[in-house]
């Protein structure tokens, strides 16, 4: 079992940063491959980044590649998602997923940040 809560969303202008943390608790976290995925209003959720359970890895959706950096503290059982160059677009609730490579995907999810981008 993990759990995961995300922090860091809020209110940003256009063209500015923001970094969002995930904390997992469980003793499998380090064995996970996490990503970031996104659900804006009206639509679907999406994908966003991963990555594998070393850090060796990286995954990006095309929207967000340039802009994004996701990395991960095994120590410290937290993967962030560093966003820069923010446009409107991005705007949606912000979800950290595990997969703990059972065979399945993401199992695990948390219950989401909220990042707005003002223009």
């Known amino acids: 079992q993990v759990q995961l809560v995300e922090s860091g969303g809020g209110l940003v202008q256009a063209g500015g940063s923001l970094r969002l943390s995930c904390a997992a608790s469980g003793r499998t976290f380090s064995s996970c491959a996490m990503g970031w995925f996104r659900q804006a209003p009206g639509k679907e959720r999406e994908f966003v980044a991963a990555?594998?359970?070393?850090?060796?890895?990286?995954d990006y959706a095309d929207s967000v590649k340039g802009r994004f950096t996701i990395s991960r503290d095994n120590a410290k059982k937290t993967v962030y998602l560093q966003m820069n160059s923010l446009k409107p677009d991005d705007t949606a609730v912000y979800y950290c997923?595990?997969?703990?490579?059972?065979?399945?995907?993401?199992?695990?999810w948390g219950q989401g940040t909220q990042v707005t981008v003002s223009s």
């Open positions: 990555i594998s359970w070393s850090g060796d890895s990286t």
């Open positions: 997923a595990a997969d703990p490579m059972t065979g399945g995907s993401f199992e695990y």
